[in-house]
């Protein structure tokens, strides 16, 4: 048994372990492989291993693996996680279902347009800076409800939820605030929203948690778990 298997094997039990401590479905929570450095080859044998999901942060990176890979199942899905740059919005809509880093109007705007173009609604996730690090990319806090109530008013593109990067720790219960803060936005937003313009927008997903603090990220209502190196190991 290879390693990758082992792995995945670890990290679901660890997802369920997570979810049911804190009262939630495990099914409720779905694991974003993160391929990003990782060969074709390698994501072939995650993709074997059962893994349905696979996270990309860079759009040329993502095109070549992607064509590498031999008539992937429809089962498998690739979900762009990285920044994403407005001239890159024609390849994301032909690539990802879900974009989690939307994080201005303009790039809204800008799949909005390429989406039209070939009759796609293409999923979203605002990512939100929540820590206020000027490190990150990410949107205010203070800015997400504008943000989406903007949004809101474009055909093709469709807000689903929020996705969060919080600082580093080496204690990860030490990131679980940031996690808790993302869902109370979430659940505010939503609320406002839903009483204001938009009674049908919904939120449901939340995506937190990487490597290091997923356990944390599910107690605090995670729906995806971005998770790279406890899969695949360091990478270079
Ligand atoms: C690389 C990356 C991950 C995966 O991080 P690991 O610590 O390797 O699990 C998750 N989310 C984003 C946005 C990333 O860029």
Redesign the pocket.
């Given at each position: 048994m290879n390693d990758i298997i082992q792995n995945l094997q670890k990290i679901r039990a660890r997802i369920r372990r997570a979810a049911e401590k804190s009262g939630r479905n495990p099914e409720s929570v779905r694991l974003v492989a993160?391929s990003?450095t990782v060969k074709a080859e390698t994501v072939r044998q995650a993709i074997a291993a059962g893994v349905t999901i696979l996270?990309e942060?860079y759009i040329q990176e993502a095109r070549s693996k992607i064509s590498a890979l031999p008539l992937p199942p429809d089962s498998i899905s690739w979900h762009f996680?990285?920044h994403l740059q407005t001239n890159k919005a024609r390849d994301a809509v032909r690539l990802f279902s879900l974009i989690?880093s939307v994080d201005s109007f303009k790039l809204a705007a800008a799949l909005n347009r390429e989406a039209e173009k070939i009759d796609k609604v293409q999923s979203i996730l605002v990512q939100v800076n929540i820590a206020a690090e000027s490190s990150k990319s990410g949107i205010a806090s203070q800015e997400v409800q504008n943000l989406i109530a903007e949004i809101t008013t474009l055909k093709s593109v469709k807000v689903i939820g929020l996705m969060t990067?919080p600082p580093y720790f080496d204690n990860p219960e030490k990131a679980r605030p940031y996690f808790d803060e993302l869902r109370s936005l979430r659940d505010r937003v939503q609320k406002n929203l839903n009483a204001e313009s938009t009674p049908d927008l919904s939120l449901d997903e939340l995506s937190m948690g990487?490597?290091?603090d997923f356990e944390a990220a599910i107690a605090a209502g995670a729906t995806l778990v971005?998770?790279?190196?406890?899969i695949f190991g360091e990478?270079n």
């Open positions: 993160v990003k996270g942060s996680i990285g989690h990067i990487m490597s290091g971005r998770i790279g190196t406890a990478r």
